[in-house]
């Protein structure tokens, strides 16, 4: 799978570097060289030797002063590879890479190339959760850094959650699809996902039951064949999926200016199940049943977000995709829908409760196309995801 593939391997400095040689070997097993470079930091966990051993291959250390004419060669390093992956990469390490800092080797190597970069994230759970963190995380997936984990679970400092680096096996496969030539390289493609909080006061609000599961899986589908997705999402329930850039929103009219400000883009698909009314005036004060008495809500009607980008006159997406969850007369109403929004195609599906389809792991779609309707069997989200994934695509490559 990795036949001749070079992969620069750059060591962070953290407790997950003892899964290091696992993963050179098993790189190594499928046909890739991998020359490693070891932070300083790094050489605290592993040493140099055991990595080198490894890799049948010199280990590049920071213990060169990179201004000396002689030393300039090994930035060549990067230039050279067919991947860069940094495991485990550190909170030090993301902050560096996403503010573009250049002061030891890694960070050098790393500045000075446009070969593509994968990390794998290792770091306390709290660490994962700061805002610095986060920020950092989103800077470097918009910069088209691929991203994989961290996993939950028990972790060296004896917390608990987010921060454990991915397992060999699952670096690897994130390797092998961040080479592959996914048919949507270079393609960006737009995902709404999840519901909208439309608020009634600061403390309340009105939603609905979508948990977003349908369009994570989507977002995460599409980026795996290989195209940079805009996943534009309200306050869903699933965390939303690595790899992918994150927009998040509350209000259908926040979702609506993210959309635009994410055009142009190869194909646009709209799973977020978006209010069509907001309280006309929310009061900026929590509303007290003593005070103000029963409330008395009046509407205002939402931007409709499909329908306005189906209908552009100018800068419409190429494909434009919509949902229809509807309750009866599927079929039907999901025909009349998408004649009326203007888009491509529409992915209807039941979601009367008996079904439980909303916020449930499967769904039974319809795709309604210029070519007719077309039922699916009832499967789970991710096939679901999987295969609509691959007609969007057919339809974008041809
Ligand atoms: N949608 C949107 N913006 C809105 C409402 C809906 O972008 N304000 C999108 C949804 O993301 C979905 C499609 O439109 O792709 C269908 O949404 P739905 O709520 O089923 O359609 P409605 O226009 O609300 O029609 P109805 O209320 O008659 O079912």
């Known amino acids: 799978m990795l036949a001749n593939k070079r992969i620069l391997l750059i060591i962070g400095g953290g407790i997950a570097a003892f899964k290091v040689p696992d ?4 790189l190594q097993d499928r046909g890739a060289s991998v020359t490693p470079v070891l932070t300083r930091a790094g050489e605290e966990f592993v040493t140099p030797l055991t990595v080198s051993a490894l890799a049948g291959q010199k280990v590049y250390r920071d213990l060169f002063d990179l201004t000396e004419e002689s030393e300039m060669g090994h930035i060549q390093l990067s230039r050279s590879a067919d991947l860069i992956v ?21 960070s050098t190597l790393l500045l000075a190339t446009d070969t593509p970069v994968l990390i794998a994230p290792a770091m306390n759970v709290r660490m994962w959760d700061h805002p610095a963190t986060r920020r950092n995380l989103a800077q470097l997936v918009a910069d088209g850094v691929g991203v994989i984990g961290p996993n939950e679970g028990g972790m060296a400092c004896g917390e608990f959650g987010p921060g454990r680096m991915s397992e060999p096996l699952e670096i690897v496969a994130a390797i092998e699809a961040k080479l592959a030539d996914g048919p949507l390289k270079g393609r960006r493609v737009l995902v709404t996902s999840g519901p909208t909080h439309e608020p009634i006061d600061p403390v309340r609000y009105i939603a609905n039951r979508s948990s977003g599961a349908q369009g994570t899986a989507l977002a995460a589908a599409l980026r795996d064949l290989g195209a940079h997705v805009v996943f534009v999402t309200g306050p869903a329930s699933v965390p939303p999926p690595s790899g992918v850039e994150v927009v998040r929103v509350e209000t259908a009219r926040e979702m609506s200016e993210a959309v635009d400000a994410a055009l142009p883009c190869d194909a646009a698909v709209f799973a977020a199940a978006v209010a069509d009314w907001r309280v006309a005036s929310a009061s900026d004060r929590k509303l007290k049943k003593t005070r103000d008495g029963m ?31 509807e309750t009866d007369d599927v079929i039907a109403h999901a025909t009349a829908k998408r004649a009326r929004k203007g888009c491509d195609w529409i992915v209807a599906n039941d979601v009367s409760p008996a079904t439980g389809i909303m916020g449930g792991s499967e769904n039974a779609v319809v795709l309604i196309s210029d070519e007719g309707a077309e039922e699916w069997p009832r499967m789970g989200k991710a096939e679901v995801a999987t ?12």
């Open 86 to 106: 940094v495991a485990p990469a550190t909170a030090d390490m993301m902050a560096k890479m996403a503010n573009g800092l250049a002061n030891d080797l890694a």
């Open 387 to 398: 295969r609509l994934a691959a007609r969007i695509a057919a339809a974008v490559a041809s």
């Open 23 to 26: 993963l050179i070997r098993r």
């Open 295 to 325: 409330p008395n809500l009046e509407f205002a009607e939402n931007p409709d977000i499909l329908a306005r980008v189906s209908q552009m006159t100018g800068g419409r997406p190429p494909l434009v995709v919509g949902f229809a969850a």
